[in-house]
């Protein structure tokens, strides 16, 4: 399920995936403080959502400024439980939906930045650098086509260099992933939990991923 978020000036705030229907608090937390009113798109391709499960999603709407609320599916049980909840659905065919996507993420900002923690389920992509100032936790996955810095811990899977770029880096405070990728080259987290006080930076030396420390040198 995809969920494009934007304001009524057509200025596209965010586009981000919900695997796990659970645990997206925090992800719309961080909207709760726009005054402006948004509307939002759900894309779902081949996916059936129950009216239950909607209806949970549905209430951490309410709780953001959303003013327009639609759902996009080839799926007619999702569209049936989108309009048992008078919410505006559509079926629309696959390629169509996965133009409309193809659409919006090229219209995302490069860089983004994302403050709170990355749950369980939660995807974040970013076209540019990536900067999460908060923890990414197990079960997440985040991407991005240059850099990726975590301003808190790193314990899910991390994609740096997605274009193929091996000049990409992952850093964070607290660095213990399930896995690292950058470009092509793919490694495993370290089964013990690092030692040290100071940031750490991933980065491909060799054809090989390999953890250093992330220290900012004085030149003065």
Request: some cysteine.
């Amino acid at each position: 399920m995809e969920i494009v978020l934007k304001n009524t000036k057509s200025k596209y705030l965010e586009i981000f995936s919900l695997l796990d229907l659970d645990n997206i608090h925090e992800t719309f937390k961080r909207f709760s403080s726009i005054k402006e009113p948004l509307e939002a798109k759900i894309f779902a391709v081949n996916e059936s959502i129950s009216s239950h499960q909607l209806s949970k999603l549905k209430n951490h709407f309410d709780k953001i400024n959303i003013c327009s609320l639609c759902i996009y599916s080839n799926n007619r049980e999702t569209i049936l439980s989108g309009k048992s909840l008078k919410i505006d659905s559509a079926f629309v065919k696959e390629q169509k939906i996965k133009n409309k996507l193809l659409l919006f993420n090229s219209k995302k900002k490069d860089d983004i930045l994302h403050k709170g923690t990355v749950r369980s389920g939660e995807r974040i992509s970013s076209n540019g650098n990536l900067c999460i100032i908060g923890d990414v936790n197990p079960g997440a996955i985040v991407s991005a086509k240059k850099n990726i810095y975590v301003w808190g811990k790193l314990l899910g899977i991390a994609f740096a260099g997605k274009s193929g770029n091996k000049n990409a880096s992952i850093a964070s405070l607290y660095l213990n992933p399930l896995q690292l990728r950058i470009a092509d080259v793919i490694a495993i987290g370290p089964k013990d939990k690092p030692k040290n006080c100071y940031p750490e930076i991933a980065v491909i030396d060799k054809q090989t991923i390999i953890i250093k420390p992330h220290l900012i040198e004085n030149k003065n």
